[in-house]
Nanobody
Framework: QVQLVESGGGLVQAGGSLRLSCATS????????MAWFRQAPGKEREFVAA????????YYADSVKGRFTISRDNAKNTGYLEMNSLKREDTAVYYC?????????????????WGQGTQVTVSS
């Protein structure tokens, strides 16, 4: 069983930055993929970014490309989401997710393991 624990959320002004962390208990085999999703009030959970743990290949939603960076630290078994130039529309609960699979995907249903979520609020 893989456990994911997020941290780093909070309140930030528009234009500011935050870094989210996701500590994983999963074995980071070559097929291990980690992703971030977010869910705003009244909206569906949407894909933000994903990373292949072994290769470091990444995949971003268009809405965050150029502003957010997903990364991982093998030694710490922790993934990160660096968020810059934050906008009010980035306000949401952010979830870390993981899967073992051959491809890097943005499909929510493909991820088997989820963290509890961390709130990010961007004020104007």
């Amino acid at each position: 069983q893989v456990q994911l624990v997020e941290s780093g959320g909070g309140l930030v002004q528009a234009g500011g930055s935050l870094r989210l962390s996701c500590a994983t208990s999963g074995r980071t085999y070559s097929t291990y993929r980690m992703a971030w999703f977010r869910q705003a009030p009244g909206k569906e959970r949407e894909f933000v970014a994903a990373i292949s743990w072994s290769s470091g290949n990444t995949y971003y939603a268009d809405s965050v490309k150029g502003r957010f960076t997903i990364s991982r630290d093998n030694a710490k078994n922790t993934g990160y989401l660096e968020m810059n130039s934050l906008k009010r529309e980035d306000t949401a609960v952010y979830y870390c997710a993981a899967r073992y699979g051959a491809i890097l995907t943005r499909t929510r249903e493909s991820y088997d393991y989820w963290g509890q979520g961390t709130q990010v609020t961007v004020s104007s």
